[in-house]
């Protein structure tokens, strides 16, 4: 089992960035496909970045693509959610996951097994 713990979220202006962080324990994080979500308050689970195992693809919608990267840190097996020009529509808790399925990547909430307990970033106008 893998155990995720995020950080690096906070207030920032519009038009700011910041990094998030997601690091493991127990399990090396190349074993699985991660990915990042987030929810603000009264909406559900929202997809926002994944990664493939050897960090050579990565997938966004729209409405982050251009803004955010998701990367691979295997050093330190961490992932990262560099945000950039954040909007406050960016505003939620964000959680970090892990999938062991076979596929390359999933953008459901139902694919990944495991969740960090989530980092709150606000975005101020």
């Known amino acids: 089992q893998v155990q995720l713990v995020e950080s690096g979220g906070g207030l920032v202006q519009a038009g700011g960035s910041l990094r998030l962080s997601c690091a493991a324990s127990?399990?090396?994080?190349?074993?699985?496909?991660m990915g990042w979500f987030r929810q603000a308050p009264g909406q559900e689970r929202e997809f926002v970045a994944a990664?493939?195992?050897?960090?050579?693809?990565?997938y966004y919608p729209d409405s982050v693509k251009g803004r955010f990267t998701i990367s691979r840190d295997r050093a330190q097996n961490t992932i990262h959610l560099q945000m950039n020009n954040l909007k406050p529509e960016d505003t939620a808790v964000y959680y970090c996951n892990a999938a062991s399925g076979s596929g390359s990547y999933y953008y459901t909430v139902r694919e990944y097994e495991y969740w960090g307990q989530g980092t709150q970033v606000t975005v101020s106008s």
């Open positions: 990664i493939t195992r050897t960090g050579g693809r990565t």
């Open positions: 127990g399990r090396t994080l190349s074993n699985y496909a």
